[in-house]
């Protein structure tokens, strides 16, 4: 069996930034109330006119992380794409960064696992390349909230959090079985689906009826955010623990954490759980806010770029979000 490893890593954020107090001008909020629950400072949302959507800025990070790599777009095998804000409701954004990128005719394969998207994406891919299917493939997150936020008081809960983004990396067959990914884990928990979901439009509750009803804004997202935090303080520890478990390994042989950046509060809780100091757990979400599947592997390609991962640490991804999903993945890097 072959394994796999990371061999290229790239990010792209969109210029325009979004301080607290930006939006303290548009809704009834305050910088303080989100630094204190959240830990954001600003985000960055893409700027109205710009050509930038998921499959785009998918596409910026992704020539990035190839270029990196030392290979061309001709290597690439197959596409997995991570997103809950697709360009279009079909087909996936996959298919659009193969013509983007002017690939040949590989495989583009749409992942729909919200915040922890990335880390499921990346789990599909090395099952690919440990089967021996394929051997480069492209994995990438990418997110476009910002225009189908509700920017009112009334969708406050949810929208200082959000930000927009895209990380992406070159998954590859390696002969090195120490290294690379050791293992993956991914868990699901359908029945509180409606604890953080944007509902419609659904084929089952279509435009004309949304339209219909003036109240309805059931397209926007909608979060329970005290349920989703406690749920996600376990579930993190939880698939963490089971991924060292499954690897022979200990809290204390973890050298970098990458935790989606969902909250600072949920990254400083499990930090303090687990006993780990400052320098092992990245954290960029005072930065970018919340960017669901692309933050986990723009705070990868951000560890990487500052020189905080080297050769033989065990960097751990962990992720949890709506669905409810959570998932890890151990690395040997
Ligand atoms: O990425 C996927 C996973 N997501 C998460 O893990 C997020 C988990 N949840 C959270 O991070 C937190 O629950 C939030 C940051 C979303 C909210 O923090 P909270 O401490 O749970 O606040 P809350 O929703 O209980 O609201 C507390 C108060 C409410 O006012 P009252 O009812 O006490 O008068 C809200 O209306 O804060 C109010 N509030 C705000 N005030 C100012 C809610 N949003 C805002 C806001 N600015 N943006």
Redesign the pocket.
Known sequence: MYNSKIIGLGKYLPDHVVTNDDLAKI????DE??QE??GIKERRWIEEGSEDTSAVMGAKAARIAIERSGLTNDDIDFIVFATLSPDYYFPGCGVQIQDMLDMPTVGALDVRN??SGFVYAISVADQFIKTGMYKNILVIGAEYHSNGLDKTTRG??????FGDGAGACVLSRSEDNEKGILSTHLHSEGKYADK?IVKSPSIAHWVPEIMENEGDVSYFPY?D??F??KN?VVRFSEVIMEGLKANNLEKDDIDMLIP?Q??L??AQFIQKKFGMSDDKVYNNIMRYG?T?AASVIIALTEAWEEGKINSDDIVVLAA???GFTWASAIIRW
């Open positions: 809704m009834d909020t305050n109330w989100i629950r959240t919200q915040c406050r809960g949810v929208t200082v959090i953080l979060m955010g005290q989703v935090f996600a989606h969902a909250n509060r949920i919340n669901t949890f979000g709506s």
